[in-house]
């Protein structure tokens, strides 16, 4: 019988379905390439995979403007195919984490349609949030809120007559109307989702932005300057970010988690003050939250050290487990951040502007803008520094291949809304997001016959699959060779610091598991034991600048 508590250690791979691998050549990521790579996934060393968005979509936001909730896209495959899919990721050991968006659904979701053919006021439009405009002909938005991909978050709709009518809220983009979470309906349907993915055999769910659900719109509603900043506030009283109410729904959700055996198991993405992620994490609640502390610091020995003995802290007063996150399809990868110009930019997840006012990403993270050598030594430096920390590691995928950011995609070939909506200022998430390369040659570096609905840059075939495959000192048998050694080495949810130089980051971990980090500019001297790992070839007996080391 499945251990209950699996995902309180677990490593966890998310894939980016769209871009991950295509086995009918329409140039699109698909469900039967997944299938055809649980070997790949198997051989990898990952506990489970964390699927973002499969279901139908216009994929204005990458999938996340969900048409039907209870659904697989026809670009990506049939239910069958998830089921197929299912089955093969448990015959090799493998969980599966579904993506869930449950703030907004899609402006194609039937529901939606049915709220634009229905009047003011009425039940169609209360699953949304509709609101008459302000000035004099209700040509000004209910709030001058902006929305998180820049521009307004109201978007004025036209009535059957061709006049225009009332505004909706979208926090995100305008092909994303926010549902009411206020609405019984609202929530029952989404019970039934749930169990929909449960019963097929769905492990476990990733809540997207699980913090925003809730809200108090009650007039009159306040203006910008009013509001306080997303992830800063410790009250609760932004209207509509971190809202006590929210843990409402979740202690709902848990009572169907925990019909199931083993309870289903859920993380949050909540970007809220680390003092109020526990309530997300809590066992009454989803039972774990993404912690992006270490993702937005830089790569800097007190940072690093700081963040996760607050972290750890905070887990062990909760009973939460803590989870570790570097990449995902959200921001720049982390062998690209760690190789920008200057320390203080390594923090920089949002791909856009430097803070010289160079455009690093613009320009592509082209030789020159980045240090390509340097970011994929710090990476695999603090990848292997993430795996021997206690709780869940979350990777995301072609960072087992040292995959730098894609920058140099044309502008008219972005997909991003962030991109769209923020001219100039904000490249979008595209970069972190191009089909994977799985061969050094052939169409789209193996990824499917048809090309690749993003453009895939040459330097790909240095990073595919097939080129690290079996070398040693490779990336990717590097990824295999730590998560392998996590497996073994991994037992009891502590860790306890090392008197070290400022620089360098040692712990241990129960049965004698040593890691020792130098964040330094010089080798510096390793502590008694066994080497069984290193992410970069010891020098002189030395750990080299920018490596990190498990003993035993
Ligand atoms: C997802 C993003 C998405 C947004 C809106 C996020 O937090 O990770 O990719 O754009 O939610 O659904």
Known sequence: MTDPTWWRQAAVYQIYPRSFSDSNGDGIGDLKGITAKVPYLQALGIDAVWLSPFYPSALADGGYDVDDYRNVDPKLGTLADFDEMT??????GIKLIADIVPNHSSNRHEWFKEALASPKGSAARARYIFRDGKGENGELPPADWTSVFGGPAWERTTEADGTPGQWYMHIFAKEQPDLNWDNPEVREDFLTTLKFWSDRGVDGFRIDVAHALSKDLSEPLPMTAELGVEGQLLDGSHPFWDRDEVHGIYAEWRKLFNQYTPPRTAVAEAWVHASRRARYASPDGLGQAFNFDLLQADFDAGQFRTIITKNLAEAQAT???????????????????????????????????GQDGKAWLLAGGKPGEVDVELGLARARAATALLLALPGSAYLYNGEELGLQEAGEIPESERQDPAFFRNPGVDIGRDGCRVPLPWTAEGTSFGFGDGGAHLP?????????????????????????????????????????????????????RPGGWQSVTNFSSEPVDLPAGTVVLSSAPLVGGKLPANTTAWLV
Do not use: C
């Open 456 to 508: 895939q840059p040459e330097w790909f075939a240095e990073y595919a699959a097939s080129a690290q495959n079996g070398v040693d000192g490779s990336t990717l048998e590097f990824y295999r060779r730590a998560l392998e050694l996590r497996h073994e080495l991994q037992s009891a949810e502590t860790q306890e610091w090392v008197t070290s130089p400022a620089d360098v980051l040692h712990f241990t």
């Open 319 to 353: 009973g939460a487990s803590s989870t570790w996150v570097f990449s995902n399809h959200d921001v720049v990868r982390h062998a690209t951040r760690y190789g920008l110009p200057s320390a203080a930019e390594a923090g920089n997840i949002k791909p856009g502007l």
């Open 87 to 92: 089955a093969a990721l448990h015959a090799a």
